[in-house]
């Protein structure tokens, strides 16, 4: 038999079979009225003690070796005639040496129970045991299984710095007040399947060596995980948070799989290791990621969830993807959801992406119009399936400036919302930066914009990166530190002009106003008063002969009175429509009117142009 420590105790011992090795000898507290512990009385003695208890009587066995026997003999003292089972009052076993088969199975402790440092060499059963008021297993060592199932704990329950060298099992176990297992050590299966936390449930720092099994769990109030290390693998499977779950920096030495699960707070994983695969299935309010490393591939199927994913580092391939449906167990049946009862949709957003190599990541149907991308390596790399969203500009007409204007419909990232929110004349619309999203201009957004493209370009969706070029060029165009003056009145004129070569009605709006202006401008101006004939002179030789004819024709003539006639505009008509496709109607045309035609052959096709090639580019594939 061994001694959790060398030191005395600060009860009164018994002090039974010191030796050289062990001068303290048996730390059992004094029985009372008696100078040895129980396991060292008398028989006479012990048997007077025993049966001089009742059910519901409070003992004190500090430091006390038992045997199996002695054990039983003790709770059947203690059994209540009523129900069968032990009922004890105030349990005092700190450090108490549990030989043999400790079973307090449906055993009933009215009073404070403690086992803190308590060493259990054989099989512990707690099974069904009612702990109605602290229950302490500080320190305490179990050898061999502890079998906790079912067993009810109506107030705080400790089992810090535990170990569990074997199975420890708290399958449907109730926890009803606040549960600590901080620094326990798991070095055999950890089963929590089915067990109910009413309130918070703190596993700082402990070590799962074995399978970590919590399928079914239900934590009403917050569970800590905080830097828990799951050497084993981790079962969530079916585990209901009501509130928040931390599990900040936690390590995940082998595979995960947390889910399907539902958090009706926050999954919080900052700072997290994860060794192995992983498979995060997760109905969620909110994600958060910061920090976290995966060194294997992941998956992470969510619902309802705000994901933050800021400077998060992985190594291999690794999905974020919104699950339009509820979530299948395997047994066929759905997840239950209705701790997010009340929570708008199930859409899954990304809040942030900020510090990450896109290089292996897939966003598939995830709603990016909140996401900040500053500082996103690789972004070019990044890959976007089904259908991710992106915030939209201001849908409204809005007054701008001297003008009432409307925003053409396209795809922004946040970031320009916060951006042009700052501006001096911002309209209403633009969202305005959350605390903490920092501040970037155009000459970071641009960029970014040019990145989005290349990775929609790259993935053979031409319309879809249509509304990064058009983001990326009004970020240029914006730019007065990286563009020059002159590079931004050429972009304003294209943005004017055509939408960057984007926008069709745009260029076809121009074209027809250069047309109307034509016509008007040859109507008053360029078509002449009428027609200049031909006119042939020559001279008749007196003897006859050859006959020389010269054949003139008169300068066209300014138009003057009438110019605005049906038949003026007809041929004004003609003279534009050819200019539009870069021809020449033949038409005679003042010396004003061939400087006009001019100024059309080169302005009409090439606004022509723009609106073909913004067809183009909404429509390529």
Request: with cysteine; proline share 5%; hydrophobic share 40%.
């Amino acid at each position: 038999m061994t001694h959790p420590s060398p030191e005395p105790p600060s009860w009164p011992q018994c002090g039974h079979g010191t030796t050289a090795e062990d001068p303290v000898g048996c730390r059992g507290i004094h029985v009372p009225g008696q100078s040895a512990c129980l396991a060292h009385l008398e028989d006479a003695e012990r048997d007077a003690y025993l049966a001089g208890l009742v059910p519901g009587a409070d003992i004190d066995h500090r430091g006390t070796p038992f045997t199996r026997d002695l054990l039983n003999r003790l709770l059947d003292a203690l059994r209540d005639p009523s129900t069968g089972h032990p009922r004890l009052g105030v349990a005092l076993f700190v450090s108490a040496i549990f030989e043999g088969v400790a079973l307090f199975g449906s055993a009933t402790f009215e009073g404070v129970a403690q086992f803190g440092s308590a060493t259990f060499e054989d099989f512990a059963g707690f099974g069904s045991a009612t702990f109605k008021d602290f229950a302490g297993f500080e320190s305490a060592t179990f050898k061999s299984t502890a079998g906790f199932e079912s067993a009810t704990f109506r107030y705080r329950a400790k089992f810090e710095s535990a170990t569990f060298r074997e199975r420890a099992v708290f399958r449907s176990a109730t926890f009803r007040d606040r549960t600590g297992f901080g620094s326990a050590t798991f070095k055999g299966t950890a089963g929590f399947g089915s067990a109910t936390f009413r309130e918070r449930a703190v596993f700082r720092s402990a070590t799962f060596e074995g399978t970590a099994g919590f399928e079914s769990a239900t934590f009403e109030g917050t569970a800590r995980f905080h830097s828990a290390t799951f050497k084993g693998d981790a079962w969530f499977e079916s585990a209901t948070f009501k509130s928040d779950a931390w599990f900040v920096e936690a390590v995940f030495e082998r595979s995960a799989s947390l889910g399907p699960l539902v958090c009706a707070g926050r999954v919080m994983l900052f700072g997290v290791v994860f060794g192995g695969p992983v498979a995060l299935s997760f109905a969620a309010r909110r994600l958060e990621c910061r920090r976290t490393r995966w060194s294997s591939t992941a998956e992470l199927r969510l619902r309802y969830a705000t994901v933050g994913f800021a400077h998060a580092v992985f190594e291999y391939p690794l999905t974020i993807a919104a699950e339009a449906d509820p979530f299948v167990l395997a047994d066929g049946r759905p997840v239950e959801e209705q701790a997010l009862a009340g929570t708008p949709d199930a859409r899954v957003r990304l809040a942030s992406l900020r510090g990450v190599d896109a290089a292996h990541l897939v966003l598939a149907d995830v709603d990016l119009s909140g996401c900040l991308f500053t500082g996103t390596v690789h972004l070019d790399q990044l890959r976007l399936e089904g259908t991710c969203s992106f915030s939209e500009v201001p849908h409204r007409t809005h007054q701008l400036r001297w003008r009432l204007g409307r925003f053409t419909q396209r795809r922004t990232l946040a970031e320009e919302h916060h951006w042009r929110a700052r501006q001096p004349a911002a309209v209403r619309g633009w969202n305005v930066a959350v605390l903490g999203a920092g501040h970037v201009g155009p000459a970071q957004l641009a960029p970014m914009y040019r990145a989005l493209r290349k990775a929609f370009e790259d993935g053979k969706n031409e319309p879809g990166a249509a509304d990064f070029y058009y983001g990326e060029m009004e970020m240029r165009r914006h730019d007065r530190t990286g563009t020059t003056r002159a590079e931004r009145g050429l972009l304003h004129s294209y943005w004017l002009l055509s939408g960057y070569g984007l926008r069709a009605s745009r260029a076809l709006a121009w074209l027809a106003a250069a047309m109307l202006i034509t016509i008007v401008l040859l109507m008053g101006f360029g078509l002449p008063q009428d027609s200049p004939k031909q006119e042939a002179t020559g001279t008749v030789p007196p003897d006859g002969g050859k006959v020389t004819f010269e054949i003139d024709k008169a300068d066209p003539q300014n138009p003057r009175g009438e110019t605005f006639t049906s038949e003026r505009f007809e041929k004004a008509l003609n003279v534009t429509l050819n200019s539009v496709v870069f021809r020449s109607s033949g038409q005679d045309l003042t010396t004003t009117g061939t400087y006009i035609e001019m100024a059309s052959r080169v302005t009409e096709p090439v606004l022509l142009g723009l609106a073909v090639l913004a067809v183009r580019n909404r429509v390529k594939r």
